[in-house]
């Protein structure tokens, strides 16, 4: 054979790398193209977050203040009948509204101020002095100059809006230094209220905790165990098939129809817990246990075969090849099924509403079986307010529904990281 | 090749008049997946105190029949049983029997090394915990120590216990999960291609170390390299398409097989 | 224990109802547990919409039934009916107050007025019978601006949008004798043509958002909305109300009578809990307490009765005088 | 006596019959000549006993909490003190249970003054009742733990037994899926079943015309007025259509990227962040798309000469939407594409093909069932998606193939129809709980489907 | 054993003196992953004209090897070439080689047979279409059917081209690869174990196949099988630990190798 004549092989290769060498210029921009379109993809969704989380800031932050009004007030000259002993005790706040307080705090902005601006203080203004007082009873012997939160009419002259007399009011007020926005902590202790000045969100922030706890403490299990049921053990029947199908569709069913049977089911059963954290967890906790148990499974089937070999192969029995061998493996995946299906359960609002948790509650619940709001629920209902101000108490408990989500991702994150660097 | 059958050269013929009782007895053994039969009526009898080598071209049903001395087939919904294994004369397959039970008799190393993603120690120490075999802390210690030791593997390891038993390498998984295996104190020892994924050394090691537990266990290792084999059995069975084709002492096997099978296989005209 | 339903107590007043009357029932809430402090425990107010408050309210007595309904109309026969047959024999209905509602612009937009005959003609499905076709203002009625018609309103399943089919579209459609003669012959086509608003986009129904709707206003001059008073009041600086018939959307004009657009709110008290839910009557007070002119719920929007209302309201308050089936339809 | 003493009780009698059968396994296990082997470890031998005493107590437990009451409520009325109390109603109800309140040490004092003498003799029947709870508690759990114990020997088989009981529970808890699924049927089963005596279900199902008025005199409900293909349409075509449009490509091409292209480092932090997306209320995307996203469409539209452009466009509500459900299929694609073995990718690249040609034509095909699956999960977070529509999309039933055209979808209404002003035994309002009914046959079949063809595809597969 | 080398018996040397100038030709390639040195200073010249074996025990690098033939050891992150691999003169490793284009030239069939989750058809078309190599639909067709023709697999699958590739045995699929690896007509075909999941028959049928294309392309096959590589090739290479020990013709490989080592993995005393 004689290899220095090219064979008929050789002369179509010339021809085909020719052809190939044309089409490679095409090819490799393509190939860019491609590339900068998966970039643009993610850039693009991280610019539409970081537009979303800019604004909702720019607009929350305003919401975490609030328009206070320095009045100077003669604690001693009042004639308040309370002793510091009473504001020891449970109760103070009441006691204090009793022995005139409102009226003290009303003529001492009167006397500094004038009349038109006493009206102008908040409607709970004296509930926030009174807080002040049971904080440093020393106040009450003495002459201080307290800040407290004014009505929302004049809050929103402040911002600009709103009546002209008034808007020059606050404008003097200002140049006095006595009046302007001061960061307002009360806002995450305080609970619902009608007057945005008032509002705080830890009503519904510890509702939200409440029933995250319930969701957790009931879908994680269930969730769980049923995958590991399905993924482990379930004989491959109709039965199972049903049990699948079944938990495939509930991922899939519109969340506003859990709420529909929360309605008809949970409170059917229990129709004194309208509002109550409970119900909303056993609500929510029916719409999370299937996506935990979908992530579950995934998990779980990612559990390579030869650990369950080598296990049962020294005589480990299913039950201990499950819970000693393939569950602590899964559980990092699991755990991501479960941040996923929390944040949607933390984030929701429509079932909600079918079962009550749209109520009014001026005080924070005391467990679970006290009515109660949720944060995403307290959002929609600052948000259809009438008054302005929770315009901006709105994009606050925005903020704080954020945060508690970071929050809650993070601790699964750290989490998950642990049990990966214990094995 | 390589022959070291010490004392047994001169012994009956290997698997079928052999002196003293089977450890397992195999009688007429089929395996169905599904509707295909992977093993037909295989019969055989293991003997304590050989090591016996399953060799065959690839599907020919070596891991299958392995699989069924101790019931690791049951994980494969699909798979089927018939005919009788005894170990210790009592059928293995009966419906009293306790599978659990009888895998910790009879221990099982496989092709790839897969040892738990925990401790080097509580890689050792899980079989004699869930089996009870360790009253105290010190006398599982004690266990652990002297399984690491009998699997050559003990002065690797002795100073980080703790480590993951997924940090060592190839070879050392491989004795670790033989160390595992040994730890529950099994009668029977089977092993799935130990060392098909391990290097010349490693490889070496292992083939040492099986010399090395022989007589006190029950050991068979299915290999596909007839060297192996030759090395480090004493009682070699030839399949071949679910077949047992040829059981016999490993010398007579490999220098004067009976069948022509086993002959062209032995000469490398398939495989 | 927890398990048995039947008797346990519960010492918060819970109040169930129509999103109109929420906030004003909000603030009653606030008022009162701001007097009663040390002895009652504040209510607890849920927006249900009133048709969901009527189902809660009318599903028995006990504790697990609310002890209050708000309502942004009048309760209906078969709601009382249902009621009756559930044992909820004993309601008190009182009205306190009225919602007005409003047509307003942005600040920005033309300047004009309509009248209900305009409103009916600019947003009925069927205007008289017939498709509607108008597209701008003008088309309607040369006078009106050249701008297309554009209204934000309430979702059919609202309290305003029926106050807005029963106060001003029927008032309008009225006008036209054919179709009023038609209310003898045919009252279901009379109902559809008068009260059936157009889905081709020039009416847009908004949610229960009302806050939406005075910010779509702000960034779109030529559209108008049609929301509660509250809304109008609250957004003064930004929006403007458009007069109808001639009437300005005023406080005054619209407790008169004279704005055509206002309509009565109620609370429902089951009687029958006065005495097992502790500071019920006293909170049914509040409301009585509050309603007046240039009290806490003029302040926040309601428009007050007329005096002689309020009057026979407050007799009822004090005989806890029990509804009577016959006046309900 | 509150009910957590009973649990603790019964729990308390179950550590004990743990304690006692283990230290009797330890026993067998010691005792003897050298060693006895065990049949199953000492701790399976406490738990079987624990079992025993426990699953039998916390059941009359639960039996009694319910009897209970009612005992103590016999015994107060049979007090002479009983004999004033209000006939029956909420008043005499109220006043009982606050006298058990009282009693019981849940409040205070009692609000009505017909209670105060009650206290003492409920607390009287309530300690008597509590007393016999606690004894045939313990009897029981004792009895039950006593018999499991006598059966302990060396060779019993404690640990197949316990993990009987473990299958029990893994069983009772795949269960719950069901449970729930017949629970949202005979939730929504019988208010349909009403409004389809109300309304034709062909009239319902096929009618085109959608505009219930809740407040309308029901007798003059009209199956014409509840046609719901508007809404059935309104849904697919924002939450099916346009969301998905924006979602597909920028999720896949995003998972493509963070899977194929972009370091590890880089993959770590920006798919939690983009997962932040979706965890937005979705009241914020409904103000983000009712006040920037809605008027710019308009305004492009207007500019395009598309005169009926309203500022309430499913294009609106279908982009945000879009954009918020991303992270759903970049997720699922995510994960799937990396599962795609990488003996695919290096056949491919073997051959020659570039990246993006190996992730166009072998990869995301491989991946197909993952990623059909997280959009599947997608479309029904789409579906499901009420704020967005409501603030966004108006809410008016058209149908309409018209992307700047207002719309409504199935969920909206249901909210809407619940919440609203009619009443219960209106068909607009009953109308909800049948669009409910719809949605959720529809997802069964869907998912049924899918079930069917990942099966078939499985079967070719391997 | 057998042996199946017609013609070239009697040519020279293999690998070191053969007339014509070599396809491949590596100069002293070392591979690195990470720290570790896979490969050490291996040159080898390989021949259009031999099929050639590379054999060794487990972990030798005969993989890592023939993935520096065509640069498919770039999908690994950590690994790095060093020296210089010249196909028909030209370095592959500078800087301006075109990975694509080099792939297309020297084609790939993996251990594990990997067909794409596509139809029969559209596992072969795959090449052409994205290399463009087929002008029409025409075209295509004859392309498919000439490569399946080739890897014999055209009469069993040509009334089912449309199902998919993946619904094939083992033997079939791995066979549908190499018609794969054929269809862009590459001039070198790497094979990496290629019959290692296959049952014989199958394994017999890949072999057969290799013969028929010797000649046309250049192959080199990496098998673990002493007895496959004295089947299929006419040049061997013996790795062991990263080295090239020995490499020359395939029948002097085996009856009468150079090197001690050889010799020893050879007659089976390790591997
Ligand atoms: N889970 C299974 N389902 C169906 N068939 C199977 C299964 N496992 C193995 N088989 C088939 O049974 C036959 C015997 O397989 P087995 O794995 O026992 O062969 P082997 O001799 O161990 O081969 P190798 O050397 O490749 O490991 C083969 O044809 C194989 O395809
Ligand atoms: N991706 C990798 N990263 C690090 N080390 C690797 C990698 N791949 C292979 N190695 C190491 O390089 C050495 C050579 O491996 P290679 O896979 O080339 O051997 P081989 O001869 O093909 O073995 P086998 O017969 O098992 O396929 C081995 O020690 C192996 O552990
Ligand atoms: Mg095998
Ligand atoms: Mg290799
Ligand atoms: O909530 P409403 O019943 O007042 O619309």
């Not at chain 1, 537009?51 to 009042?78: H, I, Q, S, W, Y």
């Not at chain 1, 009349?115 to 709970?124: E, K, N, R, T, Y």
């Not at chain 2, 009782?21 to 039969?37: F, H, Q, R, T």
């Not at chain 3, 069927?126 to 108008?134: I, L, S």
Request: proline share 5%.
């Amino acid at each position: 054979m004689n290899t220095s004549i090219p064979s008929d092989a050789d002369i179509s290769r010339k021809a085909r790398d020719i052809r190939l060498a044309a089409r490679l210029e095409q090819r490799y921009a393509a190939e860019r193209r491609f590339k900068y379109l998966a970039m643009g993809s993610v850039i693009f969704s991280a610019l539409v977050l970081a537009f979303l989380l800019v604004t909702m800031t720019a607009n929350g932050l305003a919401g975490f203040t609030r328009a206070e009004l320095k009045v100077p007030v003669d604690f001693a000259g009042a004639g308040l009948t309370v002793t510091a002993d009473r504001l020891a005790q449970p109760g103070a706040e009441n006691a204090l509204a009793a022995a005139g307080l409102p009226d003290v705090l009303q003529f001492a902005a009167a006397e500094a101020y004038g009349p038109d601006v006493a009206a102008q203080l908040g409607s709970g203004a004296w509930r926030d002095l009174a807080r002040q007082l049971v904080a440093d009873p020393s106040l009450l012997s003495r002459e201080a100059t307290v800040s407290v939160p004014v009505s929302e009419d004049l809050a929103s002259a402040f911002r600009g809006d709103g009546d002209r007399a008034l808007q020059a009011t606050a404008r003097r007020l200002q140049e006095q230094g006595v009046f302007g926005r001061a960061f307002d902590w009360g806002f995450m202790e305080r609970a619902d209220a009608t007057d945005p000045q008032e509002a705080g969100i830890w009503g519904a922030l510890k509702g939200s905790l409440l029933t995250m706890l319930v969701t957790l403490l009931l879908a994680f299990p269930i969730g769980v165990l049923s995958a590991v049921y399905l993924e482990e053990y379930a004989p491959k029947n109709k039965w199972t098939d049903i049990i699948e199908v079944s938990i495939n569709n509930l991922a899939a069913v519109p969340s506003i129809i859990f709420g529909l049977l929360g309605l008809a089911v949970f409170l059917a059963i229990f129709p004194n817990l309208r509002s109550a954290p409970l119900i909303g967890g056993m609500t929510l906790a029916l719409m999370t246990m299937p996506v935990i148990v979908i992530s579950g499974r995934n998990a779980i089937k990612s559990v390579p075969p030869s650990i369950r070999d080598g296990a049962l192969a020294i005589g480990a029995s299913p039950v201990q090849v499950v819970f000693h061998h393939v569950l602590p493996l899964a559980l990092p995946g699991i755990l991501t099924g479960t941040i996923i299906g929390m944040a949607r359960a933390l984030g929701e609002t429509a079932p909600l509403l079918m079962i009550g948790m749209r109520a009014f509650v001026a005080s924070p619940p005391d467990g679970f079986t006290s009515p109660s709001s949720v944060l995403p629920v307290q959002i929609f209902l600052w948000s259809d307010e009438i008054d302005r101000g929770f315009v901006e108490r709105t994009s606050a408990a925005i903020i704080v529904l954020l945060l508690f989500l970071l929050v809650m991702n993070g601790v699964a994150i750290y989490l998950r990281n642990r049990f990966e660097r214990r094995w | 090749m390589k022959m070291n059958n010490p004392d047994l050269e001169s012994s009956v013929a290997a698997g079928f008049t052999d002196a003293g009782p089977a450890k397992i007895s195999a009688n007429k053994v089929s395996v169905y997946y599904g509707e295909k039969k992977a093993i037909d009526e295989v019969s055989i009898d293991i003997h304590t105190r050989y090591v016996t080598a399953f060799i065959g071209p690839s599907g020919c049903g070596k891991s299958t029949f392995l699989r069924t001395l101790n019931r690791m087939n049951d994980t494969i919904p699909s798979a089927r049983v018939d005919g009788e294994i005894l170990l210790d004369g009592q059928d293995i397959y009966r419906s009293k029997m306790d599978v659990v039970q009888l895998r910790a008799r009879v221990g099982m190393v496989f092709q790839k090394p897969n040892p738990f993603p925990k401790s080097i120690y509580d890689n050792i120490a899980y079989g004699p915990k869930i089996h009870g075999i360790a009253q105290s802390k010190s006398e599982l210690d004690e266990i652990v120590e002297q399984s690491l030791r009998r699997a050559g593997l003990w002065e690797e390891v002795k100073d980080r216990l703790t480590d993951s038993g997924t940090a060592l390498s190839g070879g050392q998984q491989q004795r670790l999960c033989i160390a595992r295996a040994i730890a529950v104190d099994p009668e029977v020892i089977l092993m799935d291609e130990p060392c098909s994924a391990l290097d010349p050394i490693a490889t070496a090691r292992i083939e040492e170390l099986i010399d090395e537990l022989r007589g006190r266990y029950a050991i068979v290792i299915v290999t596909h390299s007839m060297q192996q084999a030759a090395r480090v059995s004493q009682r070699t069975a030839f399949f071949h398409l679910g077949n047992l084709v040829e059981y016999g002492r490993t010398s007579d096997i490999f220098t004067n097989p009976r069948k022509e099978r086993t002959k062209d296989y032995i000469t490398g005209r398939y495989g | 224990g927890c398990g048995g339903q039947q008797s346990t107590s519960r010492d918060q007043i819970k109040a169930v109802g129509s999103s109109t009357v929420y906030p004003f029932a909000k603030a009653a809430a606030e008022e009162f547990s701001r007097a009663f402090a040390n002895q009652y425990k504040s209510p607890i107010v849920e927006s249900t919409g009133t048709g969901g408050g009527m189902k809660l309210f009318c599903a028995g007595v006990g504790t697990q039934h609310p002890d209050i309904a708000n309502a942004s109309r009048r309760m209906k026969a078969s709601e009382f009916e249902t009621c009756q047959q559930n044992g909820v024999t004993e309601i008190v209905e009182i009205e306190v107050g009225k919602d007005g509602i409003a047509i307003a612009e942005s600040k920005e937009g033309p300047t004009f007025g309509l009248t209900v005959k305009q409103v009916y003609e600019a947003l009925a499905k069927e205007p008289y019978g017939k498709p509607n076709t108008a597209k701008n203002w003008s088309d309607i009625d040369p006078s009106l601006p050249n701008e297309p018609i554009l209204v934000y309103g309430p979702p059919s399943t609202s309290g305003t949008r029926d106050a807005l089919a029963e106060l001003i579209l029927t008032e309008g459609c009225k006008t036209d004798a054919a179709t009023k003669a038609l209310k003898e012959t045919d009252e279901d086509r009379y109902e559809q043509i008068c009260t059936e608003v157009r889905t081709d986009g020039a009416y847009v129904e908004q949610g229960e958002n009302d806050n939406l709707i005075v910010q779509k206003l702000a960034s779109n001059p030529a559209a108008i909305g049609v929301f509660g008073y509250s809304f109008l009041e609250e957004n003064a600086d930004k929006l403007r109300g458009l007069a109808v018939n001639g009437v300005e959307p005023t406080y005054d004009n619209i407790t008169s009578n004279a704005y055509p657009g206002a309509r009565s709110l109620y609370i429902y008290v089951k009687k029958q809990h006065l005495d097992a839910i502790p500071g019920l009557r006293e909170y049914i007070s509040t409301w009585v307490e509050n309603w007046g002119k240039g009290g806490l719920f003029a302040s926040k929007g309601m428009i007050t009765s007329t005096d002689a209302v309020q009057a026979a309201n407050s007799a009822a308050v004090k005989n806890m005088t029990v509804l009577d089936a016959s006046v309900l339809k | 006596m509150s009910p957590a003493i009973f649990v603790l009780l019964a729990i308390g009698l179950g550590l004990v019959g743990w304690l006692a059968a283990r230290s009797r396994a330890w026993a067998f296990a010691s005792s003897g000549e050298g060693r006895t082997r065990l049949h199953s470890l000492p701790s399976y031998h406490g738990w079987y006993v624990a079992l025993w005493a426990f699953v039998p107590a916390i059941v009359f437990v639960a039996i009694w909490n319910v009897v209970s009451p009612q005992l103590v409520m016999q015994s107060l009325l049979a007090d002479p003190a009983a004999a004033q109390l209000p006939d029956f109603g909420i008043n005499r109800d109220t006043v009982l249970s606050e006298a058990l309140a009282v009693a019981r040490g849940s409040a205070q004092a009692v609000f009505n003054p017909l209670a105060a003498p009650l206290v003492e003799p409920a607390a009287a029947a309530m300690h008597r009742y509590g007393i016999i709870g606690i004894v045939v508690t313990l009897l029981i759990g004792f009895t039950g733990g006593v018999l499991a114990f006598l059966r302990l020997k060396p060779d019993f088989t404690a640990r197949t037994r316990v993990e009987r009981a473990v299958m029990l529970i893994l069983l009772l808890a795949s269960l719950v899926a069901i449970l729930t699924t017949f629970g949202i049927v005979a939730s929504l089963l019988f208010e349909t079943i009403r409004f389809f005596g109300m309304v034709n279900p062909i009239d319902f199902l096929f009618g085109t015309h959608w505009s219930p008025d809740p407040m309308r005199d029901p007798a003059y409900a009209n199956g014409a007025d509840y046609g719901a293909l508007p809404l059935f349409w309104g849904t697919i075509y924002i939450g099916a259509i346009i969301a998905m449009i924006v979602a597909i490509p920028l999720g896949l091409m995003s998972a493509i990227f963070l899977t194929q292209y972009a370091n590890p480092t880089f993959r770590k932090w920006m798919k939690p962040i983009l997962e932040i997306l979706a965890g937005v209320p979705t009241v914020v995307y409904g103000y983000f798309a009712a006040l920037t996203v809605a008027p710019f469409i308009r305004d492009v539209a207007k500019s395009l000469g598309i005169a009926s452009a309203s500022s309430e466009s499913a294009i609106a509500a279908g982009l945000v939407m879009g954009v918020m459900i991303i992270p759903f299929v970049s997720s699922m694609a995510d994960d799937s594409i990396a599962a795609v073995p990488s003996a695919m990718r290096d056949g491919s690249l073997a051959m020659g093909a570039t990246k993006s040609e190996t992730i166009r034509k072998v990869l995301v095909p491989a991946a197909l069932p993952g990623i059909v699956a997280g959009v599947m999960l997608a479309v029904s977070r789409a579906i499901g998606e009420t704020m967005i529509v409501v603030m966004a999309a108006g809410a008016a039933a058209n149908l309409t193939a018209n992307p700047f055209a207002s719309m409504t979808t199935v969920t909206y209404q249901i909210v809407a129809m619940l919440t609203g002003e009619g009443s219960f035994d209106h068909p607009a309002t009953l109308s909800a709980f049948a669009l409910g009914m719809v949605l959720f046959v529809v997802t069964l079949g869907l998912n049924f489907i899918a079930l069917r063809v990942v099966k078939r595809y499985r079967e070719a597969y391997e």
